[in-house]
Antibody, heavy 119, light 112 residues
Framework: QEQLVQSGAEVKKPGASVRVSCQAS????????LHWLRQAPGQGLEWMGW????????DYAQNFQGRVTMTRDTSINTAYMDVSRLTSDDTALYYC????????????WGQGTRVTVSS | DIVLTQTPLSSPVTLGQPASISCTSS???????????FSWLHQRPGQPPRLLIY???NRFSGVPDRFSGSGAGTHFTLKISRVEAEDVGVYYC?????????FGQGTKLEVK
């Protein structure tokens, strides 16, 4: 069964950094792009960027340039997203989602990782 | 950034009746490769979104045929022929034609 399993909830102080992991099972990360998105409480969806699972190349949304880094470790079929200089505006549910084969939309989604930024 | 505007933002519907959601883009979503990377997603409370429709009108694997997508350029529509209880939740349109990929604000479908 193809699925993405994300790391657990995080509570961080303003100015800190957070790493969210996303482990793929049932398929190889190297065969697909992986989207990263977030959803603030009660809000809609925001695309943060994606990573090419094969090459490691990334594209980031301008809003997150310089503050977000997406990487992957193919030996353990896991992707990571690091977000630095956190503020309360970064409090959200963070998702990884696989780019569907043959198109660009996200098909398989992780369960989400709640990140809370609070002093 | 491309702005996607959904209407309505809330849609009370009767089970068994049809429902329709529109999404208008601030610019054409036709990619230079000729495809239109426009999709619809559905999110139930407490769950991640799931893909319903991709490239305007293609139903994703396992999506019931009561869901259909149409449109072109800047105007797109999602139709549900007969709403079932499991269809409640929030529907989002999404474009992946131009970076950054963007979403509509969401339309909440609820049963009357």
């Amino acid at each position: 069964q193809e699925q993405l399993v994300q790391s657990g909830a995080e509570v961080k102080k303003p100015g800190a950094s957070v790493r969210v992991s996303c482990q793929a099972s049932g398929y190889l990360l190297t065969g697909y792009y992986l989207h990263w998105l977030r959803q603030a409480p009660g809000q809609g969806l925001e695309w943060m960027g994606w990573i090419n699972g094969y090459s490691g190349d990334t594209d980031y949304a301008q809003n997150f340039q310089g503050r977000v880094t997406m990487t992957r470790d193919t030996s353990i079929n896991t992707a990571y997203m690091d977000v630095s200089r956190l503020t309360s505006d970064d409090t959200a549910l963070y998702y990884c989602a696989r780019r569907a084969a043959g198109t660009l939309s996200p098909d398989i989604w992780g369960q989400g990782t709640r990140v809370t930024v609070s002093s | 950034d491309i702005v996607l505007t959904q209407t309505p933002l809330s849609s009370p519907v009767t089970l068994g009746q049809p429902a329709s959601i529109s999404c208008t883009s601030s610019q054409s979503l036709v990619h230079t490769d000729g495809n239109t990377y426009f999709s619809w997603l559905h999110q139930r409370p407490g769950q991640p979104p799931r893909l319903l429709i991709y490239e305007i009108s293609n139903r994703f694997s396992g999506v019931p045929d009561r869901f259909s997508g149409s449109g072109a350029g800047t105007h797109f529509t999602l139709k549900i022929s007969r709403v079932e209880a499991e269809d409640v939740g929030v529907y989002y349109c999404m474009q992946a034609t131009q970076f950054p990929f963007t979403f509509g604000q969401g339309t909440k479908l609820e049963v009357k």
